[in-house]
């Protein structure tokens, strides 16, 4: 199996950025598709983006589009999130999640392994 940890949640002022890192062992990262979900206070999980195990091929839920990229590095197995122009409702637990597949992915319940979280609060 692998292991997730993300990394460089916080605070920051609406219009401002930040980039999460999610940093993998265990498995050969390459065979993986990764995603970011998220989940704010009293609300379910969500889908954020994904991106296929190459790099190529990603997706991105219309309420982040324009705003965040994900990317990887393979070599450092790693999987990013560059989140720009933040706004309050992106406040939440931002998960990253990895599946054995060649494909890109959108449902939670498709996700084998998860990260802890890592928190970003952005504030007005």
């Known amino acids: 199996q692998v292991q997730l940890v993300e990394s460089g949640g916080g605070l920051v002022q609406a219009g401002g950025s930040l980039r999460l890192s999610c940093a993998a062992s265990?498995?050969?990262?390459?065979?993986?598709?990764m995603g970011w979900f998220r989940q704010a206070p009293g609300k379910e999980r969500e889908f954020v983006c994904a991106?296929?195990?190459?790099?190529?091929?990603?997706y991105y839920s219309d309420s982040v589009k324009g705003r965040f990229t994900i990317s990887r590095d393979n070599a450092k197995n790693t999987v990013y999130l560059q989140m720009n122009n933040l706004k309050p409702e992106d406040t939440a637990l931002y998960y990253c999640?990895?599946?054995?597949?060649?494909?890109?992915?959108?449902?939670?319940?498709?996700?084998?392994?998860w990260g802890q979280g890592t928190q970003v609060t952005v504030s007005s």
């Open positions: 999640a990895g599946k054995l597949s060649t494909g890109v992915h959108i449902a939670i319940k498709l996700y084998n392994y």
């Open positions: 265990g498995r050969t990262f390459s065979n993986y598709a």
């Open positions: 991106i296929d195990w190459s790099g190529t091929r990603t």
